[in-house]
C-alpha cells in the first residue's frame, strides 16, 4: 500500500486549500483513512478521518467547522478541503490509512500506512 500526497502550498490566511491523498495497491475493502498536521516542534495532531464504507467523517478541534473531509472510493482518492485557513494552520500536513480500523481514529497508532506528508503554510 503507497499513499501520496498532494494539494499543499502558501496560502494568505482566510484562504482555501484542497489537500488530495491517493492509494495504490490498496487491498482491502473498508478502512479508514485520516489526515494528520505536524508543526515544527509539536506532537503530531489529529485532523480528520473518514470511514468507507461508512462515508463518516471525524474532525479535531483544530477543523471543526472550516475542513470537509470526503472520499472517493473508486478513485482510492481522500481530499481534505480546507477553509478559511489561520497561520497556526502551518504545519506538514500528512495522510494516513487503517485497513483494520481497531481503536480511536484520532490516534495516529491506529493507521497502518502513511504518506510522505505536504507542506502548508498559512502567511499572515
Known amino acids: 500500500v503507497q499513499l501520496q500526497a498532494s494539494g499543499g502550498g502558501l496560502v494568505q490566511a482566510g484562504g482555501s486549500l484542497r489537500l488530495s491523498c491517493a492509494v495504490s495497491r490498496r487491498t482491502f475493502s473498508s478502512y479508514a483513512m485520516g489526515w494528520f498536521r505536524q508543526a515544527p516542534g509539536k506532537e503530531r495532531e489529529f485532523v480528520a478521518a473518514?470511514?468507507?464504507?461508512?462515508?463518516?467523517?471525524y474532525y479535531g478541534e483544530s477543523g471543526q467547522g472550516r475542513f470537509t473531509i470526503s472520499i472517493d472510493n473508486a478513485k482510492n482518492t481522500v481530499y481534505l478541503q480546507m477553509n478559511k485557513l489561520k497561520p497556526e494552520d502551518t504545519a506538514v500536513y500528512y495522510c494516513?490509512?487503517?485497513?483494520?480500523?481497531?481503536?480511536?481514529?484520532?490516534?495516529?497508532?491506529?493507521?497502518?500506512?502513511w504518506g510522505q506528508g505536504t507542506q502548508v503554510t498559512v502567511s499572515s
Open positions: 473518514i470511514t468507507w464504507p461508512s462515508d463518516s467523517p
Open positions: 494516513a490509512v487503517s485497513a483494520t480500523v481497531i481503536g480511536s481514529l484520532r490516534s495516529s497508532t491506529t493507521y497502518d500506512y
